[in-house]
């Protein structure tokens, strides 16, 4: 088993719908991490947390330590938000990343 | 854009041979990862360099190496390339080991 977890692996929508893209880990972390990742390979580093909730335009994340559970929301999605996102957890400074979740948003 | 950049951007090498991939962190970065990221799958820790000294390794072989320069740029070497070493390289470089982590372009590496 995987120390993180993420569902669903792919995920298709129309232009305007609700996203949530779904993390849990297995190990002590200091720190989650939601990345993205384009065709191509270039990852941006959307969000770091470690307690509570972030927003950054249309993205939220949040975190449940008790739970060892984060959430990517994505509202109003656009076909620009097409990319893998990446959950990925600071363990023993390092990071373990999930495999991705693929997201394709039509027109 | 991140700050972070790479070279080359792709390599095409044969069984057994050796590569050095370079990466040239954010200006202030001490702290550069290195990642190993097969095709469709999330990337993998390779080793972190803080302040010139390796500060933590992943589960790979001697044969992957690195260096950390002065000024911080770095260097990732493999010898005696395999197939299975195919894959996009990616380097991250941070402020602190625990900081936010700013990522490369990536080196996609083709062992044929």
């Known amino acids: 088993k995987n120390e993180v977890e993420q569902s669903p692996q792919n995920l298709t929508a129309q232009e305007g719908e609700f996203i949530t893209i779904n993390c849990s880990y297995s190990v002590g972390i200091s720190a989650l991490h939601w990345l993205q990742q384009h065709p191509g390979g270039g990852i941006v580093s959307l969000f770091m947390?470690?307690?509570g909730k972030k927003k950054h335009g249309r993205l939220i994340a949040t975190i449940n330590i008790q739970e060892k559970h984060s959430s990517l929301h994505i509202t109003a999605s656009h076909p620009r938000d097409s990319a893998v996102y990446i959950c990925?957890?600071?363990?023993?400074?390092?990071?373990?990343f999930g495999t991705g979740t693929r997201l394709q948003v039509f027109p | 854009e991140t700050g972070v950049t790479q070279s080359p951007t792709h390599l095409i090498k044969t069984r057994g041979q050796q590569v050095t991939l370079r990466c040239s962190s954010q200006s202030g970065h001490n702290t550069v990862s290195w990642y190993q990221q097969a095709l469709g799958q999330g990337p993998q820790f390779i080793f972190q360099y803080y302040r010139e000294e390796e500060n933590g390794r992943g589960n790979f072989p001697p044969r992957f190496s690195g260096l950390q320069f002065p000024n911080y740029s770095s260097e990732l070497n493999v010898n005696a390339l395999e197939l299975d070493d195919s894959a996009l390289y990616l380097c991250?470089?941070?402020?602190?080991?625990?900081?936010?982590?700013?990522f490369g372009p990536g080196t996609r590496l083709t062992v044929l």
């Open positions: 990925a957890v600071m363990n023993t400074d390092k990071l373990i």
């Open positions: 991250a470089s941070s402020l602190v080991q625990t900081d936010t982590q700013y």
């Open positions: 947390l470690s307690s």
